[in-house]
């Protein structure tokens, strides 16, 4: 396993982050085809043991219980100053005017719920996990900045927003004096490229760490287009965020991958891992199967020809924020 730096930080991770969306209590949070305690233990377990250190996750997150799952996976191999531990917050989390968004009063009780939740005292990356229109972003990055500052958060970080929201947010807390998003989360797989546009660009232009979720587009490149999954089939959201015209590129992740001899997880997380502006793609694992064939991507080098051949079938999407 690789170890890099998180943008212009001194804060290593590794080449592969492990998504902690994929457990939890399926009555807390509505998804059920997560995996319960046990399954992600072994998971988690597997990962580390691969020289995995990088967990993410978000206090969303089956509300509260894949923060959970996930602390009691860690704590019981791992050390924590082994572990480079991220999650987030905006989401609902409970009823009422504070139960979510990027307000003072929301961020400061939604740390602590958190770390309660995580079984630490700090996150070495805290991240919004989107842009809160009703919250001036003054006051959430001051807000945030008091997190750091209370030793509650190592850095910083943001999800999934508009470029020009991510660059106002580092430019009030640059005058401001406050604590910077060292890190950017968004959603990138051959599917979804609409970031290359404008937020990529920024990130490489501004040292910032790209982090992606979904680089496999919730599994959709990693197998035949007429194929689907229990969580394709629960999963409102994932028949949404993919159109026909998607087809042509995932039968070409087939041709390449039964050409290479590999699968079609591992061509198409290739892709995404030969990207110049990509840190660590964020890799979410319910079978071990999962978890190999992100670990094999890493030792898979495309050629020019095949990278081209990936992204020459693009549709381009409707910006999704």
């Known amino acids: 396993m690789d170890y890099v730096n998180l943008g212009n930080t001194g804060l290593k991770i590794s080449r592969l982050v492990l998504g902690c969306m994929s457990w939890g209590d399926p009555a807390r949070g509505g998804a059920q085809w997560v995996l319960g ?3 992600s233990q072994k998971l988690i377990g597997q990962a580390l043991e691969a020289g995995i250190t990088t967990f993410d996750t978000a206090n969303v997150y089956n509300l509260g219980s894949s923060e959970e799952y996930t602390a009691k996976a860690l704590w019981a191999v791992a050390d924590r100053a082994d572990v480079v531990l991220a999650t987030k917050v905006y989401h609902r989390m409970r009823p009422g005017p504070y139960g979510a968004g990027l307000s003072r009063k929301a961020i400061l009780h939604e740390i602590d719920e958190s770390l309660r939740r995580l079984g630490t005292d700090y996150v070495d990356l805290y991240q919004i996990h989107r842009w809160d229109p009703e919250t001036p972003i003054e006051e959430t990055m001051e807000a945030l900045h008091d997190v750091v500052r209370a030793g509650k958060a190592r850095y910083l970080g943001a999800s999934t927003m508009h470029a ?3 660059a106002k947010a580092q430019h009030v807390a640059e005058v401001n004096g406050w604590t910077k998003f060292v890190s950017m989360q968004p959603q990138y797989n051959l599917l979804y490229r609409e970031e290359e546009r404008e937020m990529l660009p920024l990130c490489a232009d501004q ?10 587009a919730r599994g959709r490149v990693a197998r035949p287009w007429e194929e689907t999954t229990e969580r394709q089939e629960k999963d409102a959201r994932a ?5 026909e015209g998607d087809r042509a590129v995932v039968d070409k992740v087939g041709e390449i991958a039964e050409r290479r001899g590999v699968s079609r997880a591992e061509v198409a997380l290739a892709w995404v891992l030969a990207s110049p502006v990509v840190t660590a793609p964020i890799v979410g694992v319910t079978k071990e199967q999962h978890l190999t064939d992100a670990l094999a991507a890493l030792e898979l080098e495309l050629t020019p020809e095949e990278y081209d051949e990936l992204s020459a079938g693009y549709v381009p999407h409707e910006f999704r924020i």
Request: aromatic share 20%.
């Open 37 to 39: 305690e046990k399954e």
């Open 164 to 166: 020009w929201q991510f």
């Open 207 to 216: 040292g910032i760490g790209v982090i992606p979720w979904s680089p496999l």
């Open 239 to 243: 028949t949404s965020l993919y159109v």
